[in-house]
Structures are given as C-alpha cells and as structure tokens.
C-alpha cells in the first residue's frame, strides 16, 4: 500500500455495524432525548468509573459548568487550572462568573505541577480543575492532601478508562467530567458524562442539565401522572444527551477497554523505537498510573533537534502522517492574555508545552503498518 497517497489521521472514532444497528432502537421507539439508552449508558459509565453516580450531558464543557456549580463555585471566587489545557476548562470557569487562575504545568507529565499550587491559593480560592491531559490522571491525592479545603473537579475529558492508584479517573475528586468527542476513546458524536460519589451534587446535576426540572421526562412519562409538568425551582440549562448518544455510547463503552488495550500496545512501540532520539521525549508514565492514550504526544527538545517543532509537523504531513500541538497553553490565547494580561512566559512549563509539544497519531483504526511507517519517518529526520 503506498502510504504516502492518504494521510494517517491523528485520531479517528471507531464505530461501525454495532453503532449503526444500536440507532435503530431509539429511532423506531421514538424515544430520542435523553431517555432509557442514555440510562443504560450512565450505569455502565459509573460501573466502569467506580462511582456511585454517572450523568451524561451534552460535552464536557458543560459538564465542567455543571460540576463547578455543583461544588459551590460562586460568581467571584476563584477556581485554579491548569495554564496548558483546552480553552473550554478555563470557559466554563467564566460561564458561572467566576476567576479562572492559572497554574504553570509541568512538561513531562503535561499535567498541572502541584508544587504551582500554593502560590495561587487565595482566600477566594474555592475549587482546583485538575486536568487528566492526553489520558494520564493527575497527582489527586498530593492535592487532596496540601489543599483539604479545596474542591477538585477532574477535567477527565480524555481520561475514560484511565487509572490512578487502582483507582479510575473521575473517582478521584469531587466531581468528574468526561468528554466524549470522536477525538476521544470512545465517543457519541458530541457528548459528555459527569462522575461523583456524592448524591446531593448528582441530584443537583441532574436538574440543572434538564432546565432545572424537578423530574426527568422519562420519569413523568411512565409514571403514575405524566400530564403534571414538573416543577421548576432552579434556573437550569438544556445540557442533555439524546438517546441516540446514550445509544451508540452503550455499544463504545464496552469497548473501552479493548481500545485501550490496543493503544497500549502501540503506545509501548512507539515509546520503544522513539525512546533513544535524543531530541524528544517520548511520554513518561510513573509507577501507578494507569494511562488512558486518548493521545500520544511527544516532547520536542529544540536545541538538538535537527528541524523546529513546526518544521517536522510540516515534514510528517507532507509524507502523509497529521500531527498536532499537545493542545495549547490558555494564557497564551487572545481572550485570556488580553483580559487577565497575561504574557507567555507567565507560565514557562506551559508556554514550552505550547511550543514543543507533538502529538503523534494513536487510535483504533489504524493498521500495524501505519505505526511503523510513523517510526520510520520520525527515525529518518536527521
Ligand atoms: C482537557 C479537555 N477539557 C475539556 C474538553 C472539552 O470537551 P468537549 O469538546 O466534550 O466539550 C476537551 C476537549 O478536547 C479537553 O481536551
């Protein structure tokens, strides 16, 4: 096969006949908002996350927005994320009000550095968002331990599936919030899913992604009156999954696993034939983590690589292979540099993650052949 005549993409969903056959339930039941199927897709996602509670909803961002309400987040206070993430963990910080505080991030793990914390701690300081960036949780338990006061909502988008400690990202805080985008593991199109422990915040959660409704539609439809509208005591938001999602994310749940697996492998050959370049870093995974390989990215060392980072990103997709940046660093983007007057290197870890971060293709439609011939062009560059 010449490679060279398509390009490997950096992430593609795997869905096929098991997804388009799971559509055709609520398609003639009729039932598409959030309903049964999106049930039955919450119950496996918290069996399979470990918690008590699992609620799905429209994407992760508005998981986010829901979880900081959820924990008490108030118009003023501050909540910490990390300086390298999505835009959407700082938004949602904006969508209830509130100051989002960067914190610099540490390169190797691409995680927020927990010795970055303290310094941005104030007394207005309610909540941290830890992000699980690329699928490798963070440090939970040194936060929970320096910062007992502070609530933690995981931004788990990329981490289904992921571990810490034999325990599951999105048991690990407060609250968990999941993404479930087709960039990710497995994915309902757009989609989202809250994880907590704690019934009076799903209780919470659960109103606010239904306009604030005191009952599901599903419950006042099979129960004893479904002609009594609910009531409305809280101002909520029209943040549901359908049930076509709830369908399709049914079938890909019960594949995480395998994915994983899958991207396990391909993730340790890669770390293997790229560990010895001495110009990039291939991602480090410590004792006790269990990584989730949403994304496979690598680390750049422009002082003794032969090209710039923007340069081999060029070369690859030349030769057919997409490439991205990590993700970016927030204080970075125009919104936030000009109106919390930001400058880049504010946060030196992010601003090198910024610049020198590479994903690499990983994802489960890709062929033994593909990772080789990724291996191949990378070794070449010289
Ligand atoms: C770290 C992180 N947080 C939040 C999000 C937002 O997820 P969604 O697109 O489902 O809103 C993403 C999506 O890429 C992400 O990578």
């Known amino acids: 096969m010449e490679l060279t005549k398509r390009i490997i993409q950096i992430s593609q969903p795997m869905m096929g006949q098991e997804e388009w056959e799971a559509l055709k339930e609520p398609i003639f039941s009729g039932w598409l908002t959030q309903g049964p199927k999106v049930a039955e897709l919450q119950k496996l996602f918290a069996d399979r996350h470990n918690v008590k509670h699992a609620l799905a909803v429209s994407n992760c961002t508005t998981a986010l927005h829901l979880a900081l309400l959820a924990v008490g987040v108030k118009p003023g206070d501050e909540v910490i994320v990390p300086a390298f993430t999505w835009v959407s963990t700082a938004n949602a910080v904006i969508y209830c009000n509130a100051i989002p505080v960067f914190a610099d991030v540490d390169p190797v793990t691409f995680n927020i550095d927990v010795k970055k914390i303290k310094e941005k701690v104030t007394s207005k300081t309610k909540a941290i968002i830890p992000v699980h960036l690329f699928g490798l949780c963070t440090d939970i338990d040194a936060i929970k331990a320096e910062f007992p006061n502070l609530k933690i909502v995981e931004d788990a988008a990329?981490?289904?599936?992921?571990?810490?400690?034999?325990?599951?990202?999105?048991?690990?805080?407060?609250?968990?919030?999941?993404?479930?985008?087709?960039?990710?593991?497995?994915?309902?199109?757009?989609?989202?899913?809250?994880?907590?422990?704690?019934?009076?915040?799903?209780?919470?959660?659960?109103?606010?992604?239904?306009?604030?409704?005191?009952?599901?539609?599903?419950?006042?439809?099979?129960?004893?009156?479904?002609?009594?509208?609910?009531?409305?005591?809280?101002?909520?938001?029209?943040?549901?999954?359908?049930?076509?999602?709830?369908?399709?994310?049914?079938?890909?749940?019960?594949?995480?696993?395998?994915?994983?697996?899958?991207?396990?492998?391909?993730?340790?050959?890669?770390?293997?034939?790229?560990?010895?370049?001495?110009?990039?870093?291939?991602?480090?995974?410590?004792?006790?983590?269990?990584?989730?390989?949403?994304?496979?990215?690598?680390?750049?060392?422009?002082?003794?690589?032969?090209?710039?980072?923007?340069?081999?990103?060029?070369?690859?997709?030349?030769?057919?292979?997409?490439?991205?940046?990590?993700?970016?660093?927030?204080?970075?983007?125009?919104?936030?540099?000009?109106?919390?007057?930001?400058?880049?290197?504010?946060?030196?870890?992010?601003?090198?993650?910024?610049?020198?971060?590479?994903?690499?293709?990983?994802?489960?439609?890709?062929?033994?052949?593909?990772?080789?011939?990724?291996?191949?062009?990378i070794k070449a560059i010289k």
């Open 158 to 377: 990329c981490a289904a599936g992921s571990g810490y400690m034999d325990r599951p990202a999105g048991s690990l805080g407060d609250i968990g919030c999941f993404s479930l985008h087709p960039r990710k593991s497995v994915t309902t199109g757009e989609g989202g899913m809250l994880t907590t422990n704690n019934e009076e915040a799903a209780n919470y959660m659960d109103m606010l992604r239904n306009h604030g409704a005191s009952m599901s539609e599903e419950q006042r439809h099979k129960g004893p009156k479904p002609y009594i509208l609910p009531e409305f005591n809280l101002s909520g938001f029209n943040y549901r999954m359908t049930d076509l999602q709830g369908a399709v994310g049914v079938v890909q749940i019960k594949k995480l696993d395998k994915f994983i697996d899958e991207r396990q492998k391909w993730a340790d050959f890669y770390s293997k034939e790229l560990g010895n370049i001495s110009w990039l870093r291939t991602p480090q995974v410590a004792k006790g983590y269990k990584h989730g390989w949403q994304s496979y990215v690598l680390f750049i060392d422009e002082t003794k690589s032969p090209m710039k980072r923007n340069d081999i990103m060029e070369y690859l997709q030349q030769n057919g292979i997409s490439t991205r940046p990590g993700t970016h660093a927030v204080h970075m983007l125009g919104y936030y540099a000009t109106n919390y007057n930001l400058k880049p290197q504010d946060f030196p870890g992010a601003f090198a993650c910024n610049e020198y971060s590479m994903s690499i293709p990983l994802h489960n439609k890709m062929v033994e052949e593909d990772f080789h011939y990724i291996v191949e062009k």
